[in-house]
T-cell receptor, first 111, second 115 residues
Framework: GENVEQHPSTLSVQEGDSAVIKCTYS??????FPWYKQELGKRPQLIID?????GEKKDQRIAVTLNKTAKHFSLHITETQPEDSAVYFC??????????FGRGTQLTVWP | GAGVSQSPSNKVTEKGKDVELRCDPI?????LYWYRQSLGQGLEFLIY????????KSGLPSDRFSAERTGGSVSTLTIQRTQQEDSAVYLC?????????????FGPGTRLTVT
């Protein structure tokens, strides 16, 4: 099966700084790469996703980049705010397949 | 529209008892997933249903765990002879999955405590 590695496991940044979380995967057939945000005590929610036919996608302060050759993708959050503090999970899937999740990154944004 | 719902929201049970957890997916979603999340941990995959295909049970941790999905909609996760290590939040998710992977929508979870 797929193997997804996510780094770092914890990340602390000052408000206004950028945060970057990286994931690598093993199955070259994987073609769907979502990122989920989970606030304390709440359910995971999709914040951005990308498919293998594009290399980058941006939505306001959030962007995801994908390098299919190297089999890694990254989440970039700019101008971080305290409300960005949460656990972020990357995931990987191939057509009709289950999602394989990374172990998560606890992001803390200090005011 | 209505999202994924789960019941009960909390369940406290004694070691050795059986429990049933219920998931109502979003109407029209063909894929349904069960995950387990222990305190401060990631999402542990348990089982995946896709349409009428045989479920992917590769994540079930032991034969005490089983799940079914009736009529392609509601799913029940059953844990027999519960153990303290089964204590966790059990999350259900559903997605519209026809020829490609799509966003998974998660339910609020069932917090299971085994005493």
């Amino acid at each position: 099966g797929e193997n997804v590695e996510q780094h770092p496991s914890t990340l602390s940044v000052q408000e206004g700084d950028s945060a970057v979380i990286k994931c690598t995967y093993s199955d070259s057939a994987s073609n769907y790469f979502p990122w989920y945000k989970q606030e304390l005590g709440k359910r995971p929610q999709l914040i951005i996703d990308i498919r293998s036919n594009v290399g980058e996608k941006k939505d306001q302060r959030i962007a995801v980049t994908l390098n299919k050759t190297a089999k890694h993708f990254s989440l970039h959050i700019t101008e971080t705010q305290p409300e960005d503090s949460a656990v972020y999970f990357c995931a990987v899937s191939s057509t009709l397949g289950r999602l394989y999740f990374g172990r998560g990154t606890q992001l803390t944004v200090w005011p | 529209g209505a999202g994924v719902s789960q019941s009960p929201s909390n369940k406290v049970t004694e070691k050795g008892k059986d429990v049933e957890l219920r998931c109502d997916p979003i109407s029209g979603h063909t894929a349904l997933y069960w995950y387990r999340q222990s305190l401060g941990q990631g999402l542990e995959f348990l089982i995946y249903f896709q349409g009428n295909s045989a479920p992917d049970k590769s994540g079930l941790p032991s034969d005490r765990f089983s799940a079914e999905r009736t009529g392609g909609s509601v799913s029940t996760l059953t844990i027999q002879r519960t153990q303290q290590e089964d204590s966790a939040v059990y999350l259900c998710a559903s997605s519209f999955s026809q020829g490609a992977a799509y966003e998974q929508y998660f339910g609020p979870g069932t917090r299971l405590t085994v005493t």
